[in-house]
């Protein structure tokens, strides 16, 4: 597991954030983590894990950013101005800013664990006490001309971005979010992808397995929801090593997903960048 390492917010370097830091109380019963954002120097987004206990509920509030919800373990009753949704692991529901939505753990015996992603290194939250008439979608999709999109991780294509790295894309611009995309990785063993830059800021949260991130001659082991925050340019990558599949949820601060090809040797420190010292361990 992930020790919380965060650099100096002017250097714009990684930020490796444990999946079991102590959480903050945002509703009762319903506890923050949060990942990448202002505090570790994250730019024009922020993620973190919500935990909600059996029956809580975060009641209706909106963002004055986009928003999106992809649960990761349980299942979450999501309204949109009272339209009702059922999430299941991996589905993920992009609300656009100003729209009003609540989020709600039905089950009276385990919890609900969900990824929240924001469009906003700060994202602000204002509850409001309208009431909506009630529509029940459950596992339906939204209508066309609805404001709320949302992409079932079963229906999701699937793709292999590269040998053994199997992808699908969960939000992103072309499904109606604004300024985050994101979706789901799963690696077989012995898979990695390629050392490579963004134009964006990403989180990777790890989901299932175990990853190995290089970042520029630094090694980092992750698991359980660790989270790695890499900031726009700096070279990396993650590599299965183990025996089992890992699995993650990658989000960019942009509205679709980019990525350019560099060398190896940027990402396991052997070469570095003109004016730049070789990178010592941490």
């Not at 050392?195 to 001659?217: M, P, Q, R, W």
Request: glycine residues 8%; hydrophobic residues 40%.
């Amino acid at each position: 597991m992930a020790t919380d390492v965060t650099t100096r917010v002017p250097d714009r370097l990684e930020s490796m954030r444990s999946g079991k830091a102590q959480p903050v109380a945002i509703a009762r019963g319903v506890w923050l983590r949060e990942f990448a954002g202002k505090s570790c120097g994250a730019q024009r987004f922020s993620t973190g894990s919500a935990t909600f206990e059996a029956g809580a509920a975060l009641a209706y509030h909106t963002h004055p950013i986009s928003e999106a919800i992809t649960v990761i373990s349980g299942t979450a009753r999501v309204a949109v101005e009272g339209r009702r949704y059922l999430l299941q692991p991996f589905d993920s529901l992009h609300v656009p800013r100003h729209v009003a939505h609540e989020v709600c753990n039905l089950s009276a015996t385990s919890d609900l664990v969900a990824l929240s992603v924001f469009a906003s290194s700060e994202p602000t939250r204002q509850e409001i006490k309208t009431d909506f008439a009630v529509i029940e979608k459950g596992l339906a999709n939204p209508r066309p001309g609805d404001p709320e999109s949302l992409v079932r991780f079963a229906e999701a294509e699937l793709y292999e971005l590269w040998p053994g790295a199997q992808f699908r894309d969960l939000f992103a611009g072309r499904f109606g979010s604004v300024g985050i995309c994101g979706g789901y990785g799963r690696f077989l063993p012995e898979s990695s992808l390629p050392c490579h830059t963004h134009l964006y800021d990403e989180s990777i949260t790890i989901v299932e397995g175990e990853a190995v991130c290089l970042v520029k001659g630094s090694h980092y082991s992750l698991r359980d929801c660790d989270t790695a925050v890499i900031p726009e340019g700096r070279p990396h990558r993650f590599l299965n090593l183990s025996a089992s599949p890992m699995a993650m949820l990658w989000v960019y601060a942009g509205n679709e997903p980019e990525r350019t090809l560099v060398s190896a040797s940027l990402c396991n420190g052997n070469l570095v960048w003109p004016g730049e010292n070789h990178p010592a361990s941490r």
